[in-house]
């Protein structure tokens, strides 16, 4: 080789190398959901580059940082927090509706409230104590 070419070898930008901090950013912000654009913009990177060089993050990203919010919430929930602890009981109702679904049955349905259930009771009223039917109309009778 000569002088000239060793020296057209090294010219241009060096290659994007991510960092495993990259990396973590990639999967936090695809977890709260934005999109390629806005997470390539935060990297100062192509979103070409973004996809090429974090296929993996983007792609199982939302999942892994669920796994950690999700044992956050059950290392939270065994300390005797409350919040976390229904938080994990609506998490597993709503799976269990969901599964239920999946399976063709029909999702359990939550308890009624007080009021709830007097509103409904209301409805099925008959005989002596139901309302009085509305008066018909002269103009429109039929």
């Known amino acids: 080789m000569t002088e000239k070419s060793k020296a057209s070898d090294k010219r241009g930008r060096p290659s994007?190398?991510?960092?495993l901090a990259d990396r973590q950013t990639v999967e936090e912000l695809k977890f709260v959901g934005e999109s390629d654009n806005v997470i390539a913009r935060a990297l100062g990177i192509d979103p070409d580059t973004l996809r090429k060089h974090f296929a993996d993050?983007?792609?199982d990203g939302h999942a892994?940082?669920?796994?950690?919010?999700?044992?956050?919430?059950f290392k939270s929930a065994r300390e005797g927090n409350v919040a976390a602890q229904k938080k994990l009981e609506e998490m597993g109702r709503t799976a269990g509706a969901i599964e239920a679904v999946k399976g063709g049955e029909e999702p359990k349905r939550s308890k009624l409230g007080k009021k709830e259930e007097q509103q409904l009771a209301a409805k099925g009223v008959g005989g002596?104590?139901?309302?009085p039917t509305a008066p018909k109309l002269?103009?429109?009778n039929k």
């Open 57 to 59: 993050e983007l792609a």
């Open 16 to 19: 994007y190398r991510p960092s």
């Open 138 to 140: 002269v103009v429109h």
């Open 128 to 131: 002596k104590f139901a309302p």
């Open 64 to 73: 892994q940082r669920r796994k950690e919010v999700i044992g956050l919430l």
